[in-house]
């Protein structure tokens, strides 16, 4: 029989160990920006709102490139998440077991990524803003799936 003492200390172990990342299942979770909602651009009026005003509201864009008739501004927003479970995990403590290999790992991947996409002419007015968002196959899915 374990006594009570002895439990609560294995217990408290394993605890801190999970709590200092050494657990056998694992879950990450990555933004990068801020997302943007069609709420967010709702200001925008084709032909009428200013760069400077779209700037003003929504910050720097992640990118600039040259358009035909005058530029393209895009923001970005990135949004990961990452799921692994080494399954063979608690046959670290297993005697005989420990030196061989017993890693059974499980897990799923998704990125997902929004683009704010705003068209400006020479003249600094906006000609065109379209949000896109991630396709479906970008969602997180923990549990293998067939594709």
């Known amino acids: ?18 709590a200092a990342g050494c657990s056998p299942i694992t879950w990450t979770r990555t933004t990068l920006n801020q997302p943007i909602h ?11 709102t200013l760069w400077r ?11 600039i490139d040259p358009g035909v008739e005058g530029f393209i501004a895009r923001y970005f927003f990135y949004d990961a998440a990452d799921f ?4 063979g995990a608690p046959l670290d403590y297993v005697g005989p ?5 017993h890693e059974l790992d499980t897990g ?3 990125i997902g990524g929004d683009v704010l996409t705003v068209l400006v002419n020479h003249t600094g007015v906006v000609t ?19 594709h």
């Open 38 to 48: 069609p709420a967010d651009i709702e200001f925008i009026t084709p032909g009428q």
């Open 84 to 87: 692994d479970a080494d399954l």
């Open 1 to 18: 029989m374990v006594s009570a003492r002895r439990l609560v200390s294995a217990l408290a172990g394993l605890a801190g160990l999970a």
């Open 108 to 110: 799923g991947t998704g």
């Open 128 to 146: 065109l803003a379209t949000l896109s968002h991630a396709d479906k196959t970008a969602n997180f899915n923990p549990l293998p799936t067939d």
């Open 53 to 63: 005003d779209v700037t003003a509201r929504l910050g720097a864009p992640s990118a």
């Open 97 to 101: 077991i420990s030196r061989a290999p």
